[in-house]
């Protein structure tokens, strides 16, 4: 594996200006090329580039002072709130393969509505449509190695843009990102196949985390009437999981040992423990970090991959080194400090920081029955019934074939709103829920869950009222607990015993009068990021969503 090395950052923006960040050893490796940002240039890609670069141009930075009217509106207003950066490998909906995706789609839209300014940054693994090219690229001088050379070339990294429901959506653009699966990287980030990483995934997420430690500095975006210019140095970074945890480390030894960023923090959150970045310890030389992180790395475990004995754990580093730890639910943060076997080894690290749970809230715009392209019937709390012709169809189903199901072993969106939509009950076996945004999802369409006791399906599933708990489950994953069969089956026969009852038709109720948006969430996630005292963060001015059942947010690949 090759290393290659930074001795700066160069930014270039359409008017030509350069700016230095004079930073060292940036983690890069198996890489010696250059690109234009996009796998070719087409005509209609030339054209793209120019028409945003006399965008960038004609738009220049414009001062908006609030007016009267627009406090009382509850607008945003330029000048309160934070500077919120979220760090993610997946921001839905253009790149999502679970929680992650759905997290960074529909968190950041939310804190935008309470009046903060705010970024999200992962990478471009397809030609989005609706994100442009800001012609800012950054660029990285690479040396050679001792094990490969890759001579003098630069790496150019670009940065593509889009403005959706009031956030920016940067997306980093680099080979590393872009050409793994043609077409198809959005849904394989990690890997070509399920079990399968890719060999260079240690220097694709090095890459996004130093790209997005440059953002808020270069990129000079007018897209709000509100909010102008680069974010600056005041900045709240939100890294999610182990494939962004460098990015406190980097933030530390890059930046504010050279005097950059010294009022900013990071907030990390663990979205699933269970995937950690665990490496060779001689990889550790690989990400180019001073001697004094080694300890924040260094980890030991009983297993032979990636290989036996001593490795590197990014997120244990990312635990220790950043300000503040998240995860996305209370049971769930109390899971991880519980022992090994649920805190899958890093529950003595949690315990040394400590962690805050905040549960998930779900997109209610996408999830909505009242407005669900994919149904065909639409229907809220007052109307949870279904077709009378339908219904007679699967009842005679279940005459003609007593005892038999279908199962749908794929991820598919139309049909997965489809199935809320007309089934009766949720069975949710899971072994580990961090939080889950399965149940939240089924009790929007009135769809009654039956679930494990585990996560944050202990927080969102209320017993008796708006679902059913069937227990915690052995989390041993190698075999079937057959108590376990036994506490599934007595959890649907309840379920299924209030099947046409009035208490059936309570708890649908109760399921479809929940608050269950980003609303109440982003309160909390605002309070402790308020708490990490940013300079010149202070509460925003609440107001609605922008745009909130607009089109624009959808991402075309």
Same mark, same amino acid.
């Given at each position: 594996?090759?290393?290659?090395?930074?001795?700066?950052?160069? =930014?270039?923006?359409?008017?030509?200006? *350069?700016?230095?960040?004079?930073?060292?050893? /940036?983690?890069?490796?198996?890489?010696?090329?250059?690109?234009?940002?996009?796998?070719?240039?087409?005509?209609?890609? +030339?054209? %793209?580039?120019?028409?945003?670069?006399?965008?960038?141009?004609?738009?220049?930075?414009?001062?908006?002072? !609030?007016?009267?009217?627009? &406090?009382?509106?509850?607008?945003?207003?330029?000048?309160?709130?934070?500077?919120?950066?979220?760090?993610?490998?997946?921001?839905? !909906?253009?790149?999502?393969?679970?929680?992650?995706?759905?997290?960074?789609?529909?968190?950041?839209?939310?804190?935008?509505?309470?009046?903060?300014?705010?970024?999200?940054?992962?990478? +471009?693994?397809?030609?989005?449509?609706?994100?442009?090219?800001?012609?800012?690229?950054?660029?990285?001088?690479?040396?050679?190695?001792?094990?490969?050379?890759?001579?003098?070339?630069?790496?150019?990294?670009?940065?593509?843009?889009?403005?959706?429901?009031?956030?920016?959506?940067?997306?980093?653009?680099? !080979?590393?990102?872009?050409?793994? #699966?043609?077409?198809?990287?959005?849904?394989?980030?990690?890997?070509?196949?399920?079990?399968?990483?890719?060999?260079?995934?240690?220097?694709?997420?090095?890459?996004?985390?130093?790209?997005?430690?440059?953002?808020?500095?270069?990129?000079?975006?007018?897209?709000?009437? @509100?909010?102008?210019?680069?974010?600056?140095?005041?900045?709240?970074?939100?890294?999610?999981?182990?494939?962004?945890?460098?990015?406190?480390?980097?933030?530390?030894?890059?930046?504010?040992?050279?005097?950059?960023?010294? =009022?900013? &923090?990071?907030?990390?959150?663990?979205?699933?423990?269970?995937?950690?970045?665990?490496?060779?310890?001689?990889?550790?030389?690989?990400?180019?970090?001073?001697? %004094?992180?080694?300890?924040?790395?260094?980890?030991?475990?009983?297993?032979?991959?990636?290989?036996?004995?001593?490795?590197?754990?990014?997120?244990?580093?990312?635990?220790?080194?950043?300000?503040?730890?998240?995860?996305?639910?209370?049971?769930?943060? %109390?899971?991880?400090?519980?022992?090994?076997?649920?805190?899958?080894?890093?529950?003595?690290?949690? +315990?040394? /920081?400590?962690?805050?749970?905040?549960?998930?809230?779900?997109?209610?715009?996408?999830?909505?029955?009242?407005?669900?392209?994919?149904?065909?019937?639409?229907?809220?709390?007052?109307?949870?019934?279904?077709? /009378?012709?339908? *219904?007679?169809?699967?009842?005679?189903?279940?005459?003609?074939?007593?005892?038999?199901?279908?199962?749908?072993?794929?991820?598919?969106?139309?049909?997965?709103?489809?199935?809320?939509?007309?089934?009766?009950?949720?069975?949710?076996? =899971?072994?580990?829920?961090?939080?889950?945004?399965?149940?939240?999802?089924?009790?929007? @369409?009135?769809?009654?869950?039956?679930?494990?006791?585990?996560?944050?399906?202990?927080?969102?599933?209320?017993?008796?009222? /708006?679902?059913?708990?069937?227990?915690?489950?052995?989390?041993?994953?190698?075999?079937?607990?057959?108590?376990?069969?036994?506490? #599934?089956?007595?959890?649907?026969?309840?379920?299924?015993?209030?099947?046409?009852?009035?208490?059936?038709?309570?708890?649908?109720?109760?399921?479809?009068?929940?608050?269950? =948006?980003?609303?109440?969430?982003?309160?909390?996630?605002?309070?402790?990021?308020?708490?990490?005292?940013?300079?010149?963060?202070?509460?925003?001015? *609440?107001? *609605?969503?922008?745009?909130?059942?607009? &089109?624009?947010?959808?991402?075309?690949?």
């Amino acid at each position: 594996m090759a290393t290659v090395t930074a001795s700066h950052f160069v =930014s270039r923006t359409s008017h030509g200006a *350069e700016t230095k960040a004079n930073l060292s050893q /940036t983690g890069l490796r198996n890489q010696s090329m250059t690109h234009n940002g996009l796998r070719f240039l087409n005509k209609v890609d +030339r054209l %793209q580039m120019r028409t945003n670069a006399k965008a960038v141009a004609r738009n220049a930075v414009k001062d908006e002072h !609030p007016t009267a009217n627009d &406090k009382l509106s509850g607008k945003i207003i330029c000048g309160t709130g934070m500077n919120i950066i979220f760090v993610g490998a997946e921001v839905g !909906p253009w790149s999502k393969t679970g929680g992650l995706g759905d997290v960074l789609g529909g968190l950041p839209p939310a804190m935008a509505a309470k009046g903060h300014r705010v970024m999200t940054v992962s990478a +471009r693994y397809d030609q989005y449509k609706d994100a442009w090219d800001t012609c800012v690229t950054v660029d990285v001088r690479s040396v050679p190695n001792m094990q490969l050379k890759v001579g003098e070339e630069i790496l150019t990294v670009r940065f593509f843009h889009c403005y959706k429901r009031g956030v920016d959506r940067i997306f980093v653009d680099h !080979p590393v990102f872009l050409e793994k #699966v043609w077409g198809k990287t959005g849904s394989k980030i990690y890997g070509p196949r399920a079990g399968l990483d890719y060999k260079d995934n240690q220097l694709r997420f090095s890459l996004l985390c130093l790209a997005a430690l440059e953002a808020p500095r270069v990129l000079n975006l007018n897209s709000s009437k @509100y909010f102008s210019g680069p974010y600056g140095e005041n900045v709240v970074f939100v890294a999610n999981d182990w494939h962004t945890a460098l990015l406190p480390c980097y933030l530390k030894s890059m930046y504010q040992s050279r005097g950059i960023y010294m =009022s900013a &923090k990071v907030a990390f959150c663990i979205h699933n423990i269970a995937y950690q970045g665990r490496f060779a310890f001689e990889d550790y030389s690989l990400l180019n970090l001073p001697d %004094q992180f080694k300890s924040s790395f260094d980890f030991m475990d009983g297993y032979d991959k990636p290989v036996k004995g001593r490795k590197i754990n990014w997120m244990k580093a990312g635990i220790l080194e950043s300000h503040r730890v998240l995860t996305v639910s209370p049971y769930y943060a %109390q899971e991880l400090v519980s022992g090994e076997d649920k805190g899958v080894e890093l529950d003595h690290i949690i +315990r040394k /920081t400590g962690i805050t749970g905040i549960v998930n809230g779900m997109d209610v715009q996408e999830w909505n029955p009242t407005t669900d392209k994919y149904i065909s019937v639409k229907y809220d709390a007052t109307t949870g019934t279904g077709k /009378t012709a339908m *219904e007679k169809q699967i009842q005679q189903l279940e005459t003609l074939y007593p005892g038999k199901a279908i199962g749908v072993a794929k991820f598919n969106v139309p049909l997965a709103h489809m199935i809320f939509a007309g089934a009766d009950y949720l069975l949710v076996p =899971s072994r580990f829920e961090p939080c889950g945004l399965i149940q939240l999802q089924a009790m929007r @369409y009135g769809t009654i869950p039956i679930v494990a006791s585990t996560g944050g399906l202990v927080d969102t599933v209320k017993e008796g009222f /708006t679902g059913f708990q069937m227990g915690a489950f052995n989390v041993e994953c190698d075999t079937v607990d057959p108590r376990d069969v036994d506490k #599934v089956a007595k959890g649907v026969i309840r379920a299924l015993a209030t099947y046409g009852t009035g208490a059936m038709r309570e708890m649908i109720q109760n399921c479809m009068a929940q608050d269950l =948006s980003w609303k109440g969430p982003s309160t909390l996630w605002e309070k402790i990021l308020l708490s990490l005292e940013v300079a010149g963060s202070e509460p925003g001015i *609440e107001g *609605e969503e922008i745009a909130p059942l607009a &089109k624009e947010n959808i991402a075309t690949p």
